[in-house]
């Protein structure tokens, strides 16, 4: 009988003295490199806007705009369209991401059927297209994201500026006849001044969480204020769609 006990007595010593070693372990996973491109709002606790470039930024718009003659085809609560992204400066909406391939989120107004066509275009310093695609728009209004497609062909270079522009067509046998929003996205490469600065993937990352937990207040509040920071509170309550085909 002592024989047995004092058996598991040392088959309990040598299992703790295992586990501890175990413990004491590094953790390679928490080792590994932080991926450079990765933003988590949580650990972001404001967007910083960065400074313009010294050469400038081309001016764009955030908010719909249309010719007079478009207008006359088009309902005029399609000019409710706006892109969410910061105006560093009046008519310029511009923004950094570390990312290749970053998501451009758009305010979509509720619009009659025919009015349901629309393309994103992202093009290149000398006006290339990297990225051109049609898109159909939801009956309701809500936010929608337009994802660069994850393929190297779409992939956008370091300290390389593009220009985004969305259109919606007021009439699919006219396209002539649109309201746009455009602007600039550049990307930059991650580094500790400028983690708080990447708008697209502040964004990105913030709206995803709040579509996988719709409920989450913590999540919601974020967002009123991210959308107070770029003077788009007005947009703070409007839901998040899980929309569109992209062609």
Not at 27 to 48: A, C, F, L
Request: proline fraction near 8%.
């Amino acid at each position: 009988m002592k024989k047995t006990k004092l058996v598991i007595a040392l088959l309990l010593a040598s299992c703790l003295i295992q586990s501890s070693a175990l413990n004491a372990q590094p953790d390679n996973r928490s080792q590994q490199p932080n991926d450079p491109t990765q933003i988590r709002t949580e650990k972001v606790s404001r967007y910083v806007p960065p400074s313009l470039p010294h050469r400038g930024v081309p001016r764009g718009r955030r908010k719909g705009t249309a010719s007079r003659i478009t207008l006359r085809s088009c309902p005029l609560k399609v000019l409710n369209l706006t892109a969410l992204v910061p105006e560093i400066e009046k008519d310029k909406p511009w923004g950094l991401t570390f990312v290749e391939h970053p998501t451009f989120w758009f305010f979509i107004p509720a619009l009659p059927e025919k009015v349901r066509s629309a393309e994103f275009v992202l093009q290149d310093a000398k006006d290339r297209d990297v990225y051109r695609t049609e898109l159909g728009l939801p009956a309701t209004s809500g936010i929608i994201s337009i994802d660069l497609p994850n393929s190297p062909q779409y992939s956008l270079e370091i300290d390389k500026s593009y220009r985004w522009t969305f259109k919606i067509f007021c009439d699919p046998q006219q396209p002539r006849y649109y309201v746009t929003v455009e602007g600039i996205v550049k990307r930059v490469a991650k580094n500790e001044s400028n983690v708080n600065s990447a708008w697209y993937d502040i964004l990105t990352d913030l709206a995803n969480r709040r579509l996988a937990a719709p409920e989450d207040i913590q999540l919601r509040d974020r967002w009123t204020q991210l959308m107070r920071q770029i003077d788009l509170e007005a947009l703070a309550q409007t839901p998040l769609l899980n929309c569109c085909g992209q062609n």
